[in-house]
């Protein structure tokens, strides 16, 4: 991200970026709805013209479809598609925050990869500028050097943690404004410093340092080692 946002506000700010999607504005009931019939329906990670009628039903809409099929290949990406439903939903920011952490916890260990984060994010703005027609490139290198500033790469990132991201990351907050997207209230701001104090503490309770004076939590699947960047 880093000088990818500023950028992309800095050429755009006299143009006014209209959301051309008519999914926008959904209900959490309606997105849970959307997910649960993409898993039936689908068998893979990309959804054609068919199963697109079949899940949003009221939504069969050719050129809604093309919205998203930017390449003209005959398929959306699942991933693009869910992320831009859920950022412009109706939802509570933490919330949509939670639908993101679940559609990119593969494993369902409650806990993401770094490079799980940066698809995340990427999907995230790709689905952004699908949905208001920008025709930008997506600097791929650019965002994991700025996600290396937050999160290290040898330890899985919980929600509480993610969460703090959105909360105090100033490219996050850009890109929220940028695309109006409601940011984090004052209230959960305050929840999500509560929880990581308290995960912090229980990290602490949770961990050893081996002989080699190598740290390692004892939380999740299998210890994890805190590698320093």
């Keep these: 991200m ?3 946002i ?7 700010e006299k143009v006014e970026i209209i959301n051309s999607s008519e999914i926008k504005g959904c209900s959490l009931f309606k997105l849970k709805e959307y997910q649960a019939n993409y898993q039936m329906i689908c068998e893979s990670f990309s959804i054609n013209f068919t199963e697109f009628e079949q899940i949003f039903g009221n939504f069969k809409n050719q050129n809604e ?11 959306i990406d699942s991933f ?3 992320c831009g439903l859920i950022l412009f939903s109706d939802c509570a ?6 639908c993101l952490f679940e559609l990119f916890d593969f494993n369902h260990s409650q806990s993401l ?3 799980d984060l940066s698809f995340m994010i990427e999907s995230c703005i790709s689905s952004c500028f699908k949905m208001h027609k920008l025709g930008i490139e997506i600097p ?4 994991e050097q700025y996600l290396s500033g937050f999160f290290f790469q040898g330890v899985r990132t919980k929600f509480n943690e993610l969460m703090h991201f959105a909360n105090n990351s100033q490219e996050v907050k850009k890109f929220f404004k940028f695309f109006k997207i409601n940011p984090i209230t004052q209230k959960e701001k305050y929840e999500i410093e509560f929880k990581i104090q308290k995960d912090l503490y229980n990290d ?15 939380s999740g699947i299998e210890p994890q080692k805190i590698i320093n960047n």
Aim: no cysteine; charged share 30%.
């Design 2 to 4: 880093g000088e990818f």
């Design 6 to 12: 500023s950028k992309l506000i800095t050429d755009n």
């Design 65 to 75: 479809f093309y919205l998203w099929d930017t390449d003209l290949n005959g398929v």
């Design 80 to 82: 693009e598609l869910f």
């Design 93 to 98: 920011t933490e919330d949509k925050i939670k």
């Design 113 to 115: 990869a770094f490079y």
């Design 140 to 143: 791929s290198r650019e965002i």
């Design 204 to 218: 602490f309770k949770n961990s050893y340092i081996n002989s080699e004076g190598e740290t390692y939590l004892l």
